[in-house]
Antibody, heavy 122, light 111 residues
Framework: EVQLVESGGGLVQPGGSLRLSCAAS????????MTWVRQAPGKGLEWVAN????????YYVDSVRGRFTISRDNAKNSLYLQMNSLRAEDTALYYC???????????????WGQGTLVTVTS | QSVLTQPPSVSGAPGQRVTISCTGS?????????VHWYQKVPGTAPKLLIY???NRPSGVPDRFSGSKSGTSASLAITGLQAEDEADYYC???????????FGGGTKVTVL
């Protein structure tokens, strides 16, 4: 059974940093792209970043590029999101998800974790 | 403002059929990128409902169906049940943004 378990969320002041983790199990982690998606309170889903199987390619939504860094450790079956210079608008529930690409036109997320809450407030 | 446009809400009585539209543009749905649908019940993780425009993952009831035409896509729920009350999101890829993009979500209410 595929399982994704996020951790690391919490309360942080504007300008602060936080590192999220996602522990994966039930599949060969090193064979899949992985993604972070967030949902702000009362808002819809927003894709944040993703990373290739070997970590050689990383992509970000414009609003976090330069502040957030996605990474992975295939030996530990873990995905990370380092969040720096946090802003109030980064407040959200952050989900990790398995990212699927079916050539040439299909990009989607087939398994999701339960999420970890990040609250940025003074 | 979301790249993909969905109605904020739809409703129907048990047993009825409801549809949710998802409108994009020439850089996403209209460019040929597939549309996928997710069901989000408050307090739970999103669940993949439809992938590749019209395919259902194992375990998803055949009451759910998807279609795509031009710059739009639709999700249909037939034989609406109380347990279908949730938020539904469409998702695709946008080549001008080089990003996976979502619709704003549609709340389905079972009357």
């Amino acid at each position: 059974e595929v399982q994704l378990v996020e951790s690391g969320g919490g309360l942080v002041q504007p300008g602060g940093s936080l590192r999220l983790s996602c522990a994966a199990s039930g599949f060969t982690f090193s064979s899949y792209w992985m993604t972070w998606v967030r949902q702000a309170p009362g808002k819809g889903l927003e894709w944040v970043a993703n990373i290739k199987q070997d970590g050689s390619e990383k992509y970000y939504v414009d609003s976090v590029r330069g502040r957030f860094t996605i990474s992975r450790d295939n030996a530990k079956n873990s995905l990370y999101l380092q969040m720096n210079s946090l802003r109030a608008e980064d407040t959200a529930l952050y989900y990790c998800a398995r990212d699927r690409y079916a050539a040439p036109t299909s990009y989607y997320f087939d398994y999701w974790g339960q999420g970890t809450l990040v609250t940025v407030t003074s | 403002q979301s790249v993909l446009t969905q109605p904020p809400s739809v409703s129907g009585a048990p047993g009825q059929r409801v549809t949710i539209s998802c409108t994009g543009s020439s850089s996403n749905i209209g460019a040929g990128y597939d549309v996928h649908w997710y069901q989000k019940v408050p307090g739970t993780a999103p669940k993949l409902l439809i992938y590749g425009n019209s395919n259902r993952p194992s375990g998803v009831p055949d009451r759910f169906s998807g279609s795509k035409s031009g710059t739009s896509a639709s999700l249909a729920i037939t034989g609406l049940q109380a347990e279908d009350e949730a938020d539904y999101y469409c998702q695709s890829y946008d080549s001008s943004l080089s990003a996976r993009v979502f619709g704003g979500g549609t709340k389905v209410t079972v009357l």
